[in-house]
């Protein structure tokens, strides 16, 4: 899944273009905020230890702390590094959890994927709404991936004007990294809220496609038919919307987690980063 660091190195990408500067590389990115993380005393998140490391500097962006961490919390961060400790002698622990805990390594990490980088803007009247959003269904290595479609969604979503350095205080990022992908045994073999679908279907002699992510449809309120439909357009098709059933879609379903990352964030672990190098 989709990281902190991933969503960093996005930030980090897109500053270094705009400032005109060059941008630390992934690895560099994941060695420092390991620092920046165990250097902050601060309460964690059972269910995202990474984010509460990056909101302590930051009190009013302070992520909600969940209750105490469980024996299967300390599993869903994606940082196995940064997840919080057993506390010694507590009745949870027994010589069985504690052996098993020990002897189950943490899986590899991921170095390539299909994904998707996903720029918001934060406007006054409308919260954050989309700015940019390019990815691709090829595996790619992650540094190499990351870095250009992080420039790609943020300069060349042909929807909007290329991002500037005087938006970049208002943007928010999101990666998501695609896997689980299956063909649908119809238009409606798919669940809302766990899968990403992508079309594809011939209409009057000419071919479409488009996809939305796994978070689109619950986003905006919509059934699965509004989906296909909303889906259908984003394609370019311009027929009646009564009589979409009558077109024969193809459908791939996928799963992905999406990461996100305020500006604000990303600037409150560079600010570190710049005070460590003095």
Same mark, same amino acid.
């Given at each position: 899944?989709?990281?902190?660091?991933?969503?960093?190195?996005?930030?980090?990408?897109?500053?270094?273009?705009?400032?005109?500067?060059?941008?630390?590389?992934l690895p560099e990115i994941q060695?420092?905020?390991?620092?920046?993380?165990?250097?902050?005393?601060?309460?964690?998140?059972?269910?995202?230890? *990474?984010r509460s490391k990056l909101a302590k500097? $930051?009190?009013? +962006?302070?992520? !909600?702390?969940?209750?105490?961490?469980s024996g299967s919390s300390s599993s869903a961060s994606s940082t196995t590094s940064l997840q919080p400790s057993s506390t010694p002698g507590s009745g949870a622990d027994t010589?069985?959890?504690s052996i098993s805990s020990i002897a189950s390594p943490p899986p590899p990490p991921i170095t390539e994927?299909?994904?998707?980088?996903?720029?918001?803007?934060?406007?006054?009247r409308h919260g954050y709404t989309l700015r940019g959003c390019i990815g691709t269904f090829e595996a790619q290595e992650l540094e190499e991936g990351l870095s250009s479609y992080a420039l790609t969604s943020a300069l060349? *979503?042909?929807?909007?004007?290329?991002?500037? $350095?005087?938006? +970049?205080?208002? !943007?928010e990022v999101a990666v998501t990294l695609l896997t689980d992908f299956e063909d649908a045994a119809g238009p409606m073999d798919w669940e809302l809220g766990t899968h990403g679908i992508r079309i594809s279907f011939h209409y009057h002699g000419r071919r479409y496609g488009a996809t939305y992510l796994p978070d689109v449809a619950v986003e905006q309120g919509w059934t699965k038919e509004e989906t296909l439909q909303s889906l259908m357009r984003k394609a370019g098709w311009m027929g009646r919307k009564d009589r979409w059933e009558e077109v024969e879609l193809k459908v791939v379903r996928y799963?992905?987690?999406?990461?996100?990352?305020?500006?604000?964030?990303y600037k409150?672990?560079?600010?570190?980063?710049?005070?460590?190098?003095?």
């Open positions: 899944m989709a990281t902190i660091e991933h969503c960093l190195y996005c930030f980090e990408a897109l500053a270094a273009h705009l400032e005109n500067r060059k941008a630390l590389t060695k420092s905020f390991a620092e920046y993380a165990n250097s902050i005393d601060t309460e964690v998140d059972s269910e995202n230890p *990474d500097p $930051l009190p009013a +962006l302070r992520r !909600l702390a969940a209750s105490s961490s010589p069985a959890t994927s299909p994904l998707f980088v996903t720029w918001n803007i934060l406007s006054t060349h *979503d042909t929807r909007f004007s290329p991002v500037t $350095l005087r938006e +970049l205080p208002s !943007l799963q992905g987690k999406k990461e996100g990352l305020k500006y604000a964030e409150c672990w560079r600010e570190w980063l710049s005070n460590e190098g003095e």
